[in-house]
C-alpha cells in the first residue's frame, strides 16, 4: 500500500483524486438534474420520482454523505494545491495561460466557487433533508413549492446554480486534463462540452425554482 500512499501524497496524485471526486460529483449532477426535470411533467411525475428516492432508505443517506464526503474532498485537496502553488510561486508569471487557452474566469475562481458550492450543498441537503423524512401530510412537490415562494431562498438557489455552472465548466475540462485526454485533437471538443454542459446545468436547475412554484 505504500505506493497508494506515495501517489495520493504527490501532486499528481492529488489532482488525480481530485478529477475522481470531480467527476463523481459531476456524475450525480447530471442525475439529479435528470429526475428533477420530471416536474414538468407535472407534479405527479415530480412526487413519482421523490418518492422512489425516498423509498432507497439508508441509501438514499449513504449517498448524501458520500457527496458531501466527495465535495470536501475535492475541495479540501483543490485548497491544498492553490495554497502550495501560491507558496512556490509567490510572484504571479506575466504571462499566465492555461493549456486551453487564456485564463477564464471559472478557471480563476475555482477554489472561491468550489467552497461555496460545498456550502450550498451541505445547506440543501439539511434543509430539504429535515423536512422530506415525513410525506404523509404534505407531497415533496408541496415542500419544495413552499420552499420557493421564498423570495430569498429562491434568489439564493438561482445564484448559486451560476455558480455551480462557473465552477463545472472549467472543472470537467480539468478533469479530462489530469487524466491524460491532453491531446489538441480531443481537447477543443471537451472544452465545448463543458461549457455545453455548464450551460445545461445553470440554466436546468436555475429555472426549476420557477417551474416548481408554477407546476405546484
Given at each position: 500500500?505504500?505506493?497508494?500512499?506515495?501517489?495520493?501524497?504527490s501532486s499528481v496524485g492529488k489532482k488525480l483524486l481530485m478529477a475522481i471526486s470531480g467527476f463523481a460529483f459531476l456524475g450525480f449532477l447530471a442525475g439529479h438534474l435528470a429526475g428533477n426535470l420530471t416536474i414538468y411533467w407535472g407534479k405527479d411525475a415530480f412526487n413519482s420520482y421523490a418518492k422512489h428516492l425516498h423509498d432507497l432508505g439508508p441509501f438514499l443517506v449513504f449517498a448524501e454523505i458520500g457527496l458531501v464526503v466527495f465535495a470536501a474532498i475535492h475541495i479540501g485537496?483543490?485548497?491544498?494545491l492553490f495554497f502550495q502553488n501560491r507558496a512556490a510561486r509567490p510572484v504571479k508569471y506575466a504571462v499566465d495561460k492555461t493549456g486551453g487557452g487564456g485564463r477564464t474566469l471559472s478557471s480563476r475562481t475555482m477554489p472561491y466557487t468550489g467552497l461555496l458550492v460545498l456550502i450550498f450543498v451541505v445547506i440543501h441537503i439539511l434543509n430539504f433533508s429535515h423536512h422530506i423524512v415525513d410525506q404523509s401530510t404534505r407531497t415533496i412537490a408541496q415542500i419544495t413549492g413552499e420552499?420557493?415562494?421564498?423570495?430569498?431562498y429562491m434568489a439564493f438557489y438561482m445564484v448559486m446554480m451560476v455558480i455551480v455552472a462557473l465552477?463545472?465548466?472549467h472543472g470537467l475540462w480539468s478533469a479530462f486534463q489530469t487524466i491524460g485526454a491532453n491531446h489538441p485533437k480531443y481537447m477543443p471538443l471537451i472544452e465545448r462540452l463543458s461549457v455545453l454542459f455548464a450551460v445545461v446545468v445553470g440554466i436546468g436547475f436555475g429555472l426549476l425554482p420557477i417551474v416548481i412554484v408554477m407546476k405546484v
Open positions: 500500500m505504500s505506493w497508494v500512499t506515495r501517489t495520493l501524497s485537496t483543490a485548497l491544498f420552499f420557493f415562494s421564498n423570495k430569498g465552477h463545472v465548466r
